[in-house]
């Protein structure tokens, strides 16, 4: 699973920030549609906790390696 905060947004590129400089009507903006606010709060949340379940996940691994190292058995 990828790490960013882009999920309901576009992800930017190098090209498109120079691009945008000039964009007036800020017609480059491009969001993800959803059929109703309620639906992509829902999708925003649920996006939410898996990086929160990822971010334990990762200090669990850390952890488990640490001790490892430290109390090898």
């Avoid at 999920?7 to 903006?29: K, Q, T, V, W």
Wanted: hydrophobic share 40%; proline share 4%; glycine share 6%.
């Amino acid at each position: 699973m990828e790490r960013h905060s882009y999920y309901l947004g576009a992800r930017p590129s190098f090209l498109e920030g120079i691009a945008r400089l000039m964009d007036f009507s800020n017609s480059l903006n491009q969001y993800k549609s959803y059929p109703s606010g309620v639906e992509a709060d829902h999708a925003a949340i649920a996006r939410d906790w898996a990086m929160i379940g990822l971010d334990f996940r990762n200090a669990i691994t850390e952890f488990e390696a640490e001790e490892a190292e430290h109390c090898p058995n």
